[in-house]
């Protein structure tokens, strides 16, 4: 499965963005995706994730109640709304398709990034 997401841009503080994780190839449907993000010399960090199905997400602490993720299976695609952004959540965001995890080797499949950047 290819991925290509898109999205990402300049937003202030207390605003929102909404990510896109638009999926080509093998059966979409089969596959939980995640998103995770980099900010510059840090490691990748999960960021949301969710089941083949929809029925299960799983986010952590630092966007619980801020982020929210889903899916359309119809349009092959995952998006993840990110409200109240603050300054440490500028990265660059990649959505992943694999296995239903928060850990990064569980994905096979990785989008090229999109960068979001939120000013104080």
């Known amino acids: 499965v290819q991925l290509q997401a898109s999205g990402g841009g300049l937003v202030q503080a207390g605003g929102s963005l909404r990510l896109s994780c638009a999926a080509s190839?093998?059966?979409?449907?089969?596959?939980?995706v995640g998103w995770f993000r980099q900010a510059p010399e840090k490691e990748r960090e999960f960021v949301a994730a969710i089941s083949w199905s929809g029925s299960s997400t799983y986010y952590p602490d630092s966007v619980k109640g801020r982020f929210t993720i889903s899916r359309d299976n119809a349009k092959n695609t995952v998006y993840l709304q990110m409200n109240s952004l603050k300054p440490e959540d500028t990265a660059v965001y990649y959505c992943?398709?694999?296995?239903?995890?928060?850990?990064?080797?569980?994905?096979?499949?990785w989008g090229q990034g999109t960068l979001v950047t939120v000013s104080s």
């Open positions: 992943a398709a694999g296995a239903y995890s928060m850990v990064v080797g569980s994905y096979d499949a």
């Open positions: 190839g093998r059966t979409f449907s089969n596959y939980a």
